[in-house]
């Protein structure tokens, strides 16, 4: 069963895109992460779920 559905995110801070395109799909009882380098959208990302 999905518990969290979230399709093509998109993230702009005036004319700079920092998230482009994210789709996560998490089931109840999933533990999720997101990997990447520092300013690589993750924080941004989690906030707009």
């Known amino acids: 069963m999905t518990t969290l559905t979230a399709t093509h995110l998109a993230k702009s801070y005036k004319s700079r895109q920092v998230v ?12 999720v992460g997101l990997l990447g380098p520092n300013g690589a959208g993750k924080t941004t990302t989690f906030y707009m779920i």
Request: net charge negative; proline share 0%; no cysteine.
């Open 20 to 31: 482009r395109d994210v789709s996560v799909e998490v089931s109840a009882g999933q533990i």
